[in-house]
């Protein structure tokens, strides 16, 4: 969630950290309204400083062109999906950006607001590759029946990547 630090704060710059929360959130209402559309109109764009209203403002364009995500969010989603296992006696937590309910398959996709997004699979930061393999491992326990593709959806260029 959002705390009001962040929404009296729009003067003065945002951290790496208040962006990508801001924009998590801008994305979640957008899923739920199944379009991109009113992204470009959410109040919390507002509560940024300048520099990262023309960044978000570049990057939700470059996501409304973005014809497979628009695709794929008309399905069924969940969003903000709090999950967690138990592993080497070690409870893992963890909460995936957007899941989406197709029929043979679900699909798990986690945002990155990264400044310089990875350009490849072999430029992807190790970790955001093992965070989604460990969702994918969570989540096929509970859907046995479906295929899991796992994602990341880049929101500084709007792509999508997929996780073999």
């Given at each position: ?22 924009f ?38 470059l ?43 679900i ?58």
């Amino acid at each position: 969630s959002i705390s009001v630090q962040y929404i009296s704060n729009s003067l003065s710059t945002v951290s790496p950290a208040q962006y990508g929360v801001i924009f998590h959130k801008i994305l979640e209402d957008s899923v739920a309204a199944k379009g991109m559309s009113i992204m470009s109109n959410h109040p919390l764009i507002g509560t940024l400083d300048e520099k990262s209203q023309k960044r978000i403002t570049k990057s939700i364009e470059l996501l409304a062109a973005n014809m497979e995500f628009n695709s794929l969010i008309q399905n069924h989603t969940l969003t903000e999906l709090s999950i967690g296992t138990l592993g080497d006696e070690k409870i893992k937590l963890g909460r995936i950006d957007l899941m989406i309910h197709l029929e043979k398959e679900i699909i798990i996709i986690d945002y990155k607001s990264d400044i310089n997004p990875a350009t490849s699979l072999n430029t992807a930061p190790e970790n955001y590759i093992t965070q989604l393999i460990s969702y994918k491992k969570i989540v096929q326990k509970i859907y046995l029946e479906k295929k899991i593709r796992i994602q990341i959806l880049w929101l500084e260029n709007g792509q999508l990547m997929e996780i073999a």
